[in-house]
């Protein structure tokens, strides 16, 4: 079947520290990737993605390469910052009728 | 803001009601699915309607149901509610419904079942 499974939370980092949120999936096929980031009282708001592999995708300091031989899509920023506390969830699509399956979340507390 | 818009934004029912959520699609954005997001976990996929016709449904029951309209917005259905069905519930929109097509939510429809 399709799933994803990240990283369990909750994780607190101080600013400036690295981040890195691990995402590995199973798929019947092959997937599209994705980082959605849900800010606290927002909704789920596309972060990057990546639809084949070796693609990196990136956005507002945020990467993850799209790593088929380990069925991976691990998210990281080098510099995080406080507005980066949110929710973050990886997702695959596969197959037709671009059903996407979402990860349990990860919960990011960056400290001043 | 993705444009899309969902209302009404917190509703309270009772235990084997029927309630009605609905979502207005970005412009131009012919492709709505659903989700279920229960408290601390991830959206779980419902259904997906692509110019008007269901084409892609997950493990949810029948008393879970929906419309897509010809301005591409879209209705979710829950009869005899449960209590299990508390949760926030999801709209999302993309232009056409080929895997790898980003999908934009909107805020969510929070459910509770007493």
């Known amino acids: 079947g399709n799933s994803v499974t990240q990283m369990e939370g909750p994780v607190t980092l101080s600013e400036e520290a690295f981040l890195t949120i691990n995402c590995t999936y199973t798929?019947?096929?092959?997937?599209?990737l994705f980082w959605y980031v849900q800010y606290p009282g927002e909704g789920l708001q596309l972060l990057l993605k990546?639809?084949?592999?070796?693609d990196k995708g990136s956005n507002k300091g945020f990467e993850a390469t799209y790593r088929k031989e380990t069925t991976s899509f691990h998210l990281e920023k080098g510099s995080v910052q406080v507005s980066d506390s949110a929710v973050y969830f990886c997702?695959?699509?596969?197959?037709?009728?671009?059903?996407?399956?979402f990860g349990t979340g990860t919960s990011l507390t960056v400290i001043p | 803001e993705t444009g899309v818009t969902q209302s009404p934004t917190h509703l309270i029912k009772t235990r084997g009601q029927q309630v009605t959520l609905r979502c207005s699609s970005q412009?131009?954005?012919?492709?709505v699915s659903w989700y279920q997001q229960a408290l601390g976990q991830g959206p779980q996929f419902i259904f997906q309607?692509?110019?008007?016709?269901?084409?892609g449904r997950g493990n949810f029951p029948p008393r879970f149901s929906g419309l897509q309209f010809p301005n591409y917005s879209s209705e979710l259905n829950v009869n005899a509610l449960e209590l299990d069905d508390s949760a926030l519930y999801l709209c999302?929109?993309?232009?056409?419904?080929?895997?790898?097509?980003?999908?934009?939510f909107g805020e969510g429809s929070w459910l509770t079942v007493v």
């Open positions: 309607y692509y110019r008007e016709e269901e084409n």
């Open positions: 999302a929109s993309s232009l056409g419904d080929n895997s790898g097509n980003t999908i934009y």
């Open positions: 990546a639809t084949k592999a070796d």
């Open positions: 997702a695959l699509s596969v197959g037709t009728g671009n059903q996407f399956y």
């Open positions: 798929a019947t096929g092959y997937p599209s």
């Open positions: 412009s131009g954005h012919n492709t």
